[in-house]
C-alpha cells in the first residue's frame, strides 16, 4: 500500500474536509483492516467529527495491531480522552496511567489524565499533578514567585498548620 493516502487525508482534515478523509479512511480500513496507521488515522478523522464513540473501536484496534512513537502516543491520548468524554472515566484513567508510564515528559497526557482522576473521585491526586505540570511549565511571575510554596503544598493539599 502506498503511503500519500497519508498526506491525502492530512489535507482534508487540516482544510476542514473531514467527510472526505473519513469516507477514504473507512475504504483502507476496509482493504486493510489490519493496518494500525490506517486504524489510528481513521480514529482520529472520527474524534475530530464528534463521533467519539465510533472512534473507540479504531482505536483499539490500532493499539492492538501495535504501533510505536507518536502514533501511540497520540492513541493512548486519544483512547483516554475519548473515554473520558463519554463518561468511561476509570477506563480513561487506566489508558492515560499507561500512556503516561511509557511517555512520562509529554504534559498534555499528564493534564488528561488530571481530568479523569478528578472525573473519578480522586481530586487531590488530580489538583496534585495538574499543580505539578503549572509548576514546571509556567514563566508567570505571579507563580514564579510562590514556587517554592506551591511545590510545597501540591503534595500537602490535605495537610493544615492550624
Not at 54 to 81: I, R
Not at 85 to 97: R, S, W
Not at 130 to 139: A, H, I, R, V
Amino acid at each position: 500500500m502506498t503511503q500519500d493516502w497519508r498526506d491525502q487525508v492530512q489535507t482534508w482534515m487540516q482544510e476542514k474536509q473531514l467527510e472526505k478523509a473519513q469516507k477514504r479512511l473507512l475504504q483502507l480500513v476496509k482493504d486493510h483492516p489490519d493496518d494500525p496507521e490506517v486504524l489510528i488515522h481513521t480514529a482520529w478523522v472520527h474524534d475530530s467529527m464528534g463521533l467519539e464513540r465510533e472512534a473507540v473501536p479504531y482505536y483499539v484496534k490500532a493499539l492492538e495491531f501495535g504501533l510505536s512513537g507518536d502514533d501511540l502516543c497520540g492513541a493512548l491520548l486519544g483512547l483516554g480522552s475519548t473515554y473520558r468524554c463519554l463518561g468511561e472515566y476509570e477506563a480513561a484513567v487506566e489508558t492515560l496511567k499507561k500512556g503516561v508510564a511509557m511517555f512520562p515528559d509529554h504534559r498534555g497526557m499528564k493534564v488528561f489524565l488530571s481530568m479523569a482522576l478528578y472525573n473519578t473521585g480522586q481530586h487531590r491526586d488530580a489538583m496534585e499533578l495538574l499543580l505539578q505540570q503549572l509548576l514546571e511549565t509556567s514563566d508567570d511571575p505571579t507563580i514564579e514567585t510562590y514556587h517554592r510554596a506551591l511545590s510545597f503544598y501540591a503534595e500537602r493539599l490535605d495537610e493544615t498548620w492550624a
